[in-house]
């Protein structure tokens, strides 16, 4: 049997564990400390902006962030649909309604025409949603110029998922910046990893402090143990900040090898009847965090994911939009069948930075079989 071939693995760039053994050898073996610290710096510098809290993932950036933005029971929040559950699921931990919001052709995120729909729509139907949620799918950048115009022109907050998106930018700005509050995700599988973790950015301190303190107990200052608010156990340990820092350093690196792993699989495989998800022109910079390809068919995707299973290799078919979750399909969606056929036709290969050649010929190789 060959060497199992992940989907997107975690590689280390070889300084981590210079900030893992400070750690130690000072005790800071807690949540919160100087590798705390020095992530959320490192972010800030790297992104461009203003404040960063350092989370224990990505969903629970999310969910601090409905918070800020003052999302409670019944409330609506409009989010892409082509996503992880992880996008959805803080909605309705606040108890509030999710509009799902279909695709575009060009990134396969949020379209713009569909977001406008929803908006007008739920406001005659009398409910103004209070915030929307875009994502940044498989590192591509949204349409964000004219999601954000739409936001502005109804003054609704946005929450920027970018937990696939760290590393690319939207003419020239990083993911992350553009809405009100942003997030980023750390997971094992991300383009960096902390094993496991996130981030909640924003060029508001009023946001990131108050994040800071409902991730930490929403414990109050005073002597004792007092609590006006509730609290969540969300910050991130100083141990998983110490990896987060080390991979920080290595950030563009890893951008420039899965793009260059998209690049070798779009060459080697041209003339298939296959095609991949391109940036649409030179203002999107995607990060390349994995590779799709769309096939002609969901009997077709299949065949190549069972062949490439049977090789050992990991892939996966692209999300399933959530209006066809069975624990979401009952919440209103605003679109087209564009996501449905995405992911009925679409596949994700092995992307990993530490690929080697020899692994990728293993994949392509496969692929060519199917033909």
């Not at 981590?16 to 590798?35: D, H, Q, T, V």
């Not at 601090?64 to 409009?78: C, N």
């Not at 920027?160 to 939207?170: P, Q, R």
């Not at 301190?205 to 002597?223: G, H, S, W």
């Amino acid at each position: 049997m060959n060497k199992r071939l992940y989907l997107s693995s975690p590689h280390l760039g070889g300084t981590e564990l210079n900030y893992i053994n400070s750690a130690f050898e000072e005790n800071w073996i807690a949540p919160l400390g100087p590798n705390v610290n020095g992530l959320e710096q490192a972010i800030c510098d790297y992104s461009g902006i203003g404040h960063c809290a350092a989370l224990s993932s990505g969903t629970s950036a999310i969910h601090l962030a409905l918070i800020m933005l003052g999302v409670e029971q019944g409330d609506e929040v409009l989010a892409s649909t082509f996503t992880f559950s992880a996008t959805i699921n803080p909605i309705v931990y606040q108890r509030a309604t999710p509009i799902l919001v279909g695709s575009e052709e060009d990134t396969w995120n949020m379209s713009p025409i569909h977001l406008l729909e929803a908006i007008k729509d739920r406001i005659a139907k009398g409910k103004k949603p209070k915030a929307i949620i875009p994502v940044h799918l498989y590192g591509m950048p949204a349409k964000m110029e004219e999601i954000m115009a739409i936001a502005m022109e109804y003054d609704i907050p946005v929450i920027e998922d970018a937990a696939e998106g760290l590393g690319a930018s939207y003419k020239g700005k990083k993911l992350g910046t553009f809405g009100d509050i942003g997030i980023y995700s750390f997971n094992g599988n991300k383009i960096i990893t902390t094993s496991g973790g996130g981030a909640l950015v924003s060029d508001s301190e009023v946001y990131v402090t108050k994040a800071r303190f409902l991730a930490t107990q929403a414990r109050d200052n005073a002597p004792h143990y007092e609590h006006t608010h509730i609290g969540y156990n969300y910050r991130m340990s100083n141990i998983s900040a110490g990896i987060g820092r080390g991979q920080m350093e290595v950030l563009d690196e890893w951008v420039e090898k899965r793009r260059a792993n998209y690049t070798r699989y779009k060459t080697d495989l041209d003339g298939l009847p296959i095609s991949f998800l391109e940036e649409p022109n030179e203002n999107f910079f995607s990060n390349r965090w994995l590779t799709t390809i769309l096939t002609s068919s969901y009997e077709k995707r299949e065949e190549i994911r069972i062949k490439l299973e049977k090789d050992n290799i990991e892939s996966r078919p692209l999300w399933k939009p959530m209006h066809l979750q069975p624990i979401f399909k009952d919440y209103p969606y605003y679109g087209d069948r564009l996501s449905e056929r995405l992911f009925e036709k679409g596949l994700c290969l092995p992307s990993g930075s530490n690929m080697t050649s020899e692994e990728q010929d293993r994949v392509i190789e496969v692929i060519k079989t199917c033909f």
